[in-house]
């Protein structure tokens, strides 16, 4: 079966510091996996995407992911990490002929920043 | 451009009670989404339609769930009778054409249900 899994409920960086949020996936066939931000009592917004080529994608808001296929991971990294990047942040797999809509969200990691 | 809408953005009922929650998508996006929320836990697809018609309804509790999009264009979803369980966040999403790589979802800001 298809899921997406998030081993880090909540994480809580220094500002300025890097990050990085961990995101595993189960899938039968080539994935495409998208990384989502949201920010309380906001919809869900798309940081970045993978479907095919090369394996680091470059997203908004300076985050970048690298798709490890041997390691089923697709993890979410930014190198300084800013006040207004505390929000959730939510990994999905999907597939359907490329489709962006019928997804598979993890649970979510929560970050928090310190100042 | 205007984004996904959505009302009411808070509901709170008693089990049992009707309720309905009302999107508007982005003009001329054909996909629209709902999918639930809930508190912790990534969301869930629950239907999509593709114009007025309904492509995956898989995943949607049809005894006590339905959505509809007339004229292909604003979306309705009921939840007739609710129970403690259907707490949570109703997130509406659209995105233009057929879904592809090329057409990313928009997410409305979502109404949060309680039930009590």
């Known amino acids: 079966a298809q899921s997406v899994t998030q081993p880090d409920i909540h994480i809580t960086v220094s500002e300025g510091a890097s990050l990085e949020l961990r995101c595993n996936y189960s899938y039968g066939a080539t994935p495409y996996l998208f990384w989502y931000v949201q920010s309380p009592g906001q919809g869900l917004q798309l940081l970045l995407k993978?479907?095919?080529?090369?394996?680091l994608v470059q997203g908004i808001k300076g985050f970048e992911a690298e798709f490890k296929r041997s390691q089923s991971s697709f993890n979410l990294r930014k190198p300084s990490v800013h006040w207004s990047d505390a929000a959730e942040y939510f990994c999905a797999v999907g597939g359907y002929g490329g489709s962006q809509g019928n997804l598979i969200f993890g649970k979510g990691t929560k970050l928090s920043v310190k100042p | 451009e205007a984004g996904v809408a959505q009302s009411p953005r808070y509901k709170i009922i008693e089990k049992r009670q009707s309720v309905a929650f009302w999107c508007n998508p982005i003009?001329?996006?054909?996909?629209l989404y709902w999918y639930q929320q809930i508190l912790g836990q990534g969301p869930k697809l629950l239907i999509q339609?593709?114009?007025?018609?309904?492509?995956?309804d898989s995943q949607l509790p049809k005894d006590r769930f339905s959505a509809e999009r007339l004229k292909g264009v604003d979306s309705t979803l009921k939840i007739q009778p609710a129970k403690l369980e259907d707490s949570a966040v109703y997130l509406c999403a659209s995105s233009s054409r057929q879904p592809s790589s090329n057409s990313p979802l928009h997410f409305g800001n979502g109404t949060r249900l309680t039930v009590t």
């Open positions: 993978y479907f095919s080529g090369d394996t």
């Open positions: 003009s001329g996006h054909a996909t």
């Open positions: 339609f593709q114009n007025n018609g309904v492509v995956d």
